[in-house]
């Protein structure tokens, strides 16, 4: 087993994935390079969000190995995965998961205080993220009070409070409307751009993509591949195109 080359904080190699002897994924390899923001896209059923969970130590690969770093997520026992995922990752659902008994800013400061850090300094921390992503205002609800896209906003700003080395969001978007997609999108990346936090991005929408640095494309389980385009002007990272499969 030799670990990844130094500029990848993540890497994938030949992942083979069945959902009860469905495949999901079919050899999938890719690399993921410190800081930088990739887009993982394709069709629905395309394997994007198995992707995600096998690279974030949530599912383990039938078949092949995942590396974060210099070590070895595919060979980790259940609680060595938990306190990397409590440590150094962060992930978003599409559908936002909160919970229900405490406040938003609670729920945004929970990663904080997992990791042991004061309420004081957790709860200024949570307010600055809701801020920022437009539901400060919201920090006493309960979910239960929160509009859906609200809830995800919360979820955001939960995921990037601690500064995760690794970010996991799976069509983060998803339950907010058209106009407030670009902003929250463009929050999200922005501060990961400004915290060095590397961001796995799966998305269907080519919009979404756009945004990333790098997108690679799945189809049925397997890469396609993928064309670099060079920045077009008045936008924010590069496009990429698939090819063929
Ligand atoms: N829990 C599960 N049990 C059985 N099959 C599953 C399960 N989760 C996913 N699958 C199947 O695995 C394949 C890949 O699904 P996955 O959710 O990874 O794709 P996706 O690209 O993220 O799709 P979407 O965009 O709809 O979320 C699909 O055929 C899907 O139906």
Same mark, same amino acid.
């Given at each position: 087993?030799?670990?990844?080359?130094?500029?990848?904080?993540?890497?994938?190699?030949?992942?083979?994935?069945?959902h009860?002897?469905?495949?999901?994924?079919?050899?999938?390899?890719?690399?993921?390079?410190?800081?930088?923001?990739?887009?993982?896209?394709?069709?629905?059923?395309?394997?994007?969000?198995?992707?995600?969970?096998?690279?974030?130590?949530q599912l383990?690969?039938?078949?092949?190995?995942?590396?974060?770093?210099?070590?070895?997520?595919?060979?980790?026992?259940?609680?060595?995965?938990?306190?990397?995922?409590?440590d150094?990752?962060?992930?978003?659902?599409?559908?936002?998961?909160?919970?229900?008994?405490?406040?938003?800013?609670?729920?945004?400061?929970?990663?904080?205080?997992?990791?042991?850090t004061?309420?004081?300094?957790?709860?200024?921390?949570?307010?600055?993220?809701?801020?920022?992503?437009?539901?400060?205002?919201?920090?006493?609800?309960?979910?239960?009070?929160?509009?859906?896209?609200?809830?995800?906003?919360?979820?955001?700003?939960? @995921?990037?409070?601690?500064?995760? !080395? *690794?970010?996991? =969001?799976?069509?983060?978007?998803?339950?907010?409307?058209? &106009? +407030? #997609?670009?902003?929250?999108?463009r929050t999200?990346?922005?501060? @990961?751009?400004?915290?060095?936090? !590397? *961001?796995?991005? =799966?998305?269907?929408?080519a919009?979404?993509?756009?945004? &990333? +640095? #790098?997108?690679?494309?799945?189809?049925?389980?397997?890469?396609?591949?993928?064309?670099?385009?060079?920045?077009?002007?008045?936008?924010?990272?590069?496009?990429?195109?698939?090819?063929? &499969?």
């Amino acid at each position: 087993m030799v670990a990844p080359p130094d500029n990848d904080v993540l890497r994938a190699r030949a992942l083979h994935f069945k959902h009860n002897g469905s495949p999901a994924l079919s050899g999938v390899s890719l690399g993921v390079r410190e800081g930088e923001i990739l887009a993982v896209g394709g069709p629905r059923g395309s394997g994007k969000t198995t992707l995600l969970r096998c690279l974030s130590g949530q599912l383990l690969p039938q078949q092949g190995e995942v590396w974060f770093n210099s070590v070895p997520v595919h060979t980790m026992g259940p609680l060595g995965r938990e306190r990397l995922r409590r440590d150094r990752f962060g992930w978003i659902d599409p559908v936002p998961v909160l919970v229900p008994e405490l406040n938003a800013w609670e729920n945004a400061a929970l990663p904080l205080m997992l990791r042991g850090t004061g309420r004081r300094h957790a709860k200024a921390a949570a307010l600055e993220w809701l801020e920022r992503l437009d539901v400060g205002e919201c920090a006493r609800k309960r979910p239960h009070a929160l509009l859906q896209s609200e809830r995800q906003r919360v979820a955001i700003a939960r @995921a990037l409070v601690s500064c995760p !080395t *690794v970010l996991f =969001a799976d069509e983060p978007t998803a339950p907010l409307h058209r &106009a +407030d #997609r670009t902003h929250v999108l463009r929050t999200l990346t922005t501060a @990961a751009r400004s915290h060095g936090i !590397t *961001v796995v991005l =799966a998305t269907h929408d080519a919009e979404t993509a756009a945004l &990333a +640095d #790098r997108a690679v494309t799945l189809l049925d389980g397997r890469r396609v591949t993928t064309v670099h385009l060079p920045p077009a002007t008045g936008t924010e990272g590069r496009a990429a195109c698939s090819l063929s &499969a």
